[in-house]
């Protein structure tokens, strides 16, 4: 029997192939886990029983053409029927199975399962995406999360061993630091200049907030990489990763019910869908495909969660295909612009639109951040924080914008702020839906 590490290792080899494998090598792929994944689900899994009907044959095969007719999954329907979505039993190869609990902070929470081959998959694409971004395992990472304020504390933290795959020798070198997120900036920035890490992990405000402290105090720290963790980050955060501590960011679009979705292409722009793993989905407002460039809401099917098969659920966010990569990588790319299905606008008509608009508006307008609203049924209101108080940007071009964008009767108000209220989830959402008759179901 294959063992963990040697598993472990054999899912690292092949994603570092198959990211380069032809359109149809990839689709056939997809299919023969899809496959698997359907005829267990209905097999093991009460949610499925008959679910999945529309696309399985008589003969047992799976009719591909009727994929949309399978409907789709909601975080509504993992609160209400969560453990109907539980499977009886899992293939043997798939390991143990783990449970835990998410209590979103606005949501009710859920149950999630996973297995272990869910978790080799988890790895072997972190694995890569460190590849991607040329990370040296040798090399130590520092780490600041940890919600419990008596362990990993200033000024030692804690020392929780190599983070890299566990094959290789090179491994053993690297260690992963952690200080916990009740460390003040100041203190945190102490210990990084002793332990001199190659990497920091954190969340993007945290890791926002850090850099802002380094600059006022004067403190030069540089490192390599920055990994968000926990939500994707805006053009600000990245800029600033660069600008005082010289770091390149490694970005990552994932959740907690679907694992690892994507990770950022770095030669710039786009995270690469981690295809081998999980079907990505983007459906326009009709529920049809979205073509490239169109916004649309996001939809996964993770191959490996036996334990819970997801099968068609709604992420809560949007996001548009990108064109073929120019990297060499032949995995779909997707906007780095990720934005919360809440953000869906929608007119009185039944119209429902969701799109962004683009950084050089923000430039326009003269804003560090902003906030797009739908207040009403016509009426759209942009938060913004003025780069510059005295000069008031182009708000005309920007309300001809959002016309062109969402509504062509919507009416603008511009607001100018201080700064933006998070929402529940801790983050700045850029499009929100104040006026909501139709709201998705939130989610943390
Ligand atoms: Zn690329």
Redesign the pocket.
Known sequence: MTTKPDLQRQFFDMLMESQSWSPTSLLEYQRGQLSQLIIHAKKQVPFYATRLDAVIGQDGGINWDRWSKIPILTRKDMTERGDELLARSVPQAHGQRTMSRTSGTTGAAITLSSTQLAQVALNANRFRSYRWNQMDWAKDICSIFGDNPTQATFPNGARLGSWGPPWDPASAAGELWQINRFTSNEDVLKFMERIKPAYLGTGPKTAQALALEAERLGVSIKFDVFLPQGSMLGQLERETMQRVFGAHTAELYSSKEAGQLAHG????E?L?VNAETVLVEILDEYGKPASVGQSGRVIVTPFYNSAQPLIRYEQGDIAQWMPT?????T?P?ISGLIGRSTGIFYHPDGRARAAYLRMADRQLLGASEWQISQTGPHLFEVRYVPVDWQIVGDEAAIATRIRAAYFEDAEVRFVRVVGIEPGPNGKIAEYVNNWLPRQATPRS
Do not use: A
């Open positions: 292409c770095p030669s710039g786009g690469h990569c120019g990297c060499g990588r995995l790319k």
